[in-house]
């Protein structure tokens, strides 16, 4: 005889497959792609497959099987595709799903059933789904294999920020103290440029640490994933044959093209790897998310050459002369980002220039009105 809560988790762990069965009957009644509508009406019959093994778990234990009741959760997530369409709710679909393959690890009878393996499947192909902005038709799905996600773009708008963000922080920076010395009638300029050279290599190490910390920890993540799709596709071969199909399927094939793409492709483990890694976890085996020493020394070099600029000018002259010269390149470092950043935005440069002009400067002010109003209180 089965135990309380034994019945308690049967119970639990059935309205979770009834309400993700009825999920994804919604999903497809109110999807217009016909390979994606099948794709949901087949995830809901495995989902329906699970609501019955726990239907048989209770009755095995002598308790009432209790009638389907959906959640709010699930009514609104449905209520939510039909208004602004199933690609909406994606995301959140693959969260549940993963939710569910690790409330079911430690769980023997889910394990040994393969439950925990269908809600891993799942919670990848919906992952995979929430990340494609449209299904491509079968013809175009034979250039897939192989394919690289270019991130130049990424990598130069991220660039420019990183050289903003110098520049701003120092010039702030700079300002205050030079805001202070202004205030305590002081005229050497030594510690304004002491204070932004100590800025500049602060920030710029900051960030260099803290990009190589990102991409060392992705590197490590990814790493870890793809181990464990290996170890999936040794142990369970067919069961990743059957990913692959579903999700060559939402990319447009018909079954039969994709039951074929898919067992093509597992012949060859390798290539069978790199296509699951790229496919379902999206990551690029090859890369794993750049070297993280060249990260670093870009994000320490970008942040630097933003940040010298409002220093500089401390450096070959001193006193009033420098605080103006500060104040004439920082503004045009702030004008060139600014104008820089249309090229990913398509606004008009001189607008977008001389907004991120004024923001700049009215940063500045606030940070050295605070510094001379401390240099004043400082000097008596």
Same mark, same amino acid.
């Given at each position: 005889m089965a135990e309380q809560t034994d019945i308690q988790r049967y119970r639990?762990?059935?309205?979770?497959?009834? /309400?993700?069965?009825?999920?994804? $009957?919604?999903?497809?009644?109110?999807?217009? /792609? #016909?390979?994606l509508a099948t794709l949901y009406g087949r995830l809901a019959e495995t989902e329906a497959r699970h609501a019955t093994f726990w239907e048989g778990r209770l009755r095995e234990a002598g308790a009432a099987v209790p009638k389907p009741s959906l959640t709010f959760r699930t009514r609104m997530l449905g209520f939510l595709a039909k208004r602004l369409g199933a690609k909406m709710v994606l995301p959140t679909v693959a969260a549940i799903e993963r939710s569910a393959g690790a409330e079911y690890s430690g769980q023997a009878d889910a394990e040994a059933a393969g439950l925990s393996r269908d809600e891993r499947s799942h919670a990848k192909i919906f992952g995979f789904l929430s990340r494609e902005t449209k299904t491509l038709d079968g013809g175009a799905l034979a250039r897939l294999e192989g394919r690289h996600r270019s991130a130049g773009g990424n990598a130069l708008r991220a660039g420019v920020m990183g050289a903003n963000d110098g520049l701003v922080s120092n010039f702030s920076l700079v300002m205050g103290v030079a805001g202070a010395a202004v205030g305590a009638h002081a005229t050497d300029s030594h510690a304004v440029l002491v204070t932004g050279v100590a800025g500049l290599l602060a920030g710029a190490i900051s960030m260099a640490l803290g990009e190589w910390l990102s991409v060392t920890s992705s590197r490590e993540l990814y790493e870890n994933q793809i181990a464990i799709? $290996?170890?999936?596709? #040794?142990?369970d071969p067919e069961s990743e044959r059957e990913e692959l199909t579903l999700i060559y399927q939402a990319k447009g094939m018909s079954p039969e093209e994709a039951r074929k793409l898919a067992g $093509?492709?597992?012949d060859d483990p390798e290539k069978a790897l790199d296509t699951l890694s790229r496919e379902e976890l999206g990551i690029n085996p090859e890369d794993l998310g750049g070297s993280a020493w060249e990260a670093a020394l870009t994000?320490?070099?970008? @942040?630097?050459?933003?940040?010298? =600029? *409002?220093v500089l000018p401390y450096v070959l002259t001193k006193g009033m002369p420098a605080l103006a010269w500060s104040v004439v390149l920082s503004t045009l470092g702030l004008f060139g980002v600014?104008? @820089?950043? &249309? =090229?990913? &935005?398509?606004?008009? *440069?001189?607008w977008s220039g001389a907004r991120m002009m004024v923001f700049g400067l009215a940063a500045a002010a606030v940070t050295f009105g605070i510094g001379r109003l401390i240099g004043v209180q400082l000097g008596g």
């Amino acid at each position: 005889m089965a135990e309380q809560t034994d019945i308690q988790r049967y119970r639990r762990n059935l309205a979770a497959e009834r /309400n993700a069965a009825a999920l994804y $009957r919604l999903l497809a009644q109110c999807e217009e /792609n #016909a390979s994606l509508a099948t794709l949901y009406g087949r995830l809901a019959e495995t989902e329906a497959r699970h609501a019955t093994f726990w239907e048989g778990r209770l009755r095995e234990a002598g308790a009432a099987v209790p009638k389907p009741s959906l959640t709010f959760r699930t009514r609104m997530l449905g209520f939510l595709a039909k208004r602004l369409g199933a690609k909406m709710v994606l995301p959140t679909v693959a969260a549940i799903e993963r939710s569910a393959g690790a409330e079911y690890s430690g769980q023997a009878d889910a394990e040994a059933a393969g439950l925990s393996r269908d809600e891993r499947s799942h919670a990848k192909i919906f992952g995979f789904l929430s990340r494609e902005t449209k299904t491509l038709d079968g013809g175009a799905l034979a250039r897939l294999e192989g394919r690289h996600r270019s991130a130049g773009g990424n990598a130069l708008r991220a660039g420019v920020m990183g050289a903003n963000d110098g520049l701003v922080s120092n010039f702030s920076l700079v300002m205050g103290v030079a805001g202070a010395a202004v205030g305590a009638h002081a005229t050497d300029s030594h510690a304004v440029l002491v204070t932004g050279v100590a800025g500049l290599l602060a920030g710029a190490i900051s960030m260099a640490l803290g990009e190589w910390l990102s991409v060392t920890s992705s590197r490590e993540l990814y790493e870890n994933q793809i181990a464990i799709e $290996r170890d999936e596709l #040794a142990g369970d071969p067919e069961s990743e044959r059957e990913e692959l199909t579903l999700i060559y399927q939402a990319k447009g094939m018909s079954p039969e093209e994709a039951r074929k793409l898919a067992g $093509r492709l597992l012949d060859d483990p390798e290539k069978a790897l790199d296509t699951l890694s790229r496919e379902e976890l999206g990551i690029n085996p090859e890369d794993l998310g750049g070297s993280a020493w060249e990260a670093a020394l870009t994000s320490f070099f970008l @942040f630097a050459g933003g940040a010298v =600029l *409002p220093v500089l000018p401390y450096v070959l002259t001193k006193g009033m002369p420098a605080l103006a010269w500060s104040v004439v390149l920082s503004t045009l470092g702030l004008f060139g980002v600014g104008a @820089f950043i &249309t =090229l990913f &935005t398509g606004k008009n *440069p001189l607008w977008s220039g001389a907004r991120m002009m004024v923001f700049g400067l009215a940063a500045a002010a606030v940070t050295f009105g605070i510094g001379r109003l401390i240099g004043v209180q400082l000097g008596g």
